[in-house]
T-cell receptor, first 110, second 113 residues
């Protein structure tokens, strides 16, 4: 079954804590992406990666970090520097054509 | 600087009628456009796309029209069904050869039974 998986579905973060959101794809896509969606708003690009071991900042990269050690995986770390992390996080992948999305992770701050 | 704009935040349509969702863009270098449907707390689902070398693409009840001179695209849904009620995003792929996609802010469609 080809697709994109994200885990966990819900994640709680305490003040000052780093948390990592997982994203895996088995579509053999070169590119992977992280977006953030806030209530009533569109999708804002956090980071994207076109190939393994390379990634670029999107429009709102501050307070986030990523790695791309494997083609299939693109984890996103929300660091303590991100002061307003509560949002719905979406991972996607593509091969220059259609971009496909995972089911999302909702991050909440305790 | 919003390069892809959806100026109507919401739209209501009667079941069975046509829904028309609009999208404008500013960069003439965009070469590939997509429409997505999104339900709350779920990832967007791909609906239909169009290359800049075409002006129309059809898939079942969904048709996308591209007017390059006006930098405008639209999604037509005919006939509209209650299950079509969702938020619709248009997106443009960045300059040819890049992997970056730019999304509009979405239009919430409500199909009334």
């Amino acid at each position: 079954d080809g697709g994109i998986t994200q885990s966990p579905k819900y994640l709680f973060r305490k003040e000052g804590q780093n948390v990592t959101l997982s994203c895996e794809q088995n579509l053999n896509h070169d590119a992977m992406y992280w977006y953030r969606q806030d209530p009533g708003q569109g999708l804002r690009l956090i980071y994207y990666s076109q190939i393994v071991n390379d990634f670029q900042k999107g429009d709102i990269a501050e307070g986030y970090s990523v790695s791309r050690e494997k083609k299939e995986s693109f984890p996103l770390t929300v660091t303590s520097a991100q002061k307003n992390p509560t949002a719905f996080y979406l991972c996607a992948s593509s091969n220059l054509g259609t971009q496909y999305f995972g089911p999302g992770t909702r991050l909440l701050v305790l | 600087d919003q390069q892809v704009k959806q100026n109507s935040p919401s739209l209501s349509v009667q079941e069975g009628r046509i829904s028309i969702l609009n999208c404008d863009y500013t960069n003439s270098m965009f070469d590939y456009f997509l429409w997505y449907k999104k339900y709350p707390a779920e990832g967007p689902t791909f609906l239909i796309s169009i290359s800049s070398i075409k002006d129309k693409n059809e898939d079942g009840r969904f048709t996308v029209f591209l007017n390059k001179s006006a930098k405008h695209l639209s999604l037509h849904i005919v006939p509209s069904q209650p299950g079509d009620s969702a938020v619709y995003f248009c997106a443009a792929r960045g300059v040819s050869g890049t992997y970056k996609y730019i999304f509009g802010t979405g239009t919430r469609l409500k199909v009334l039974a």
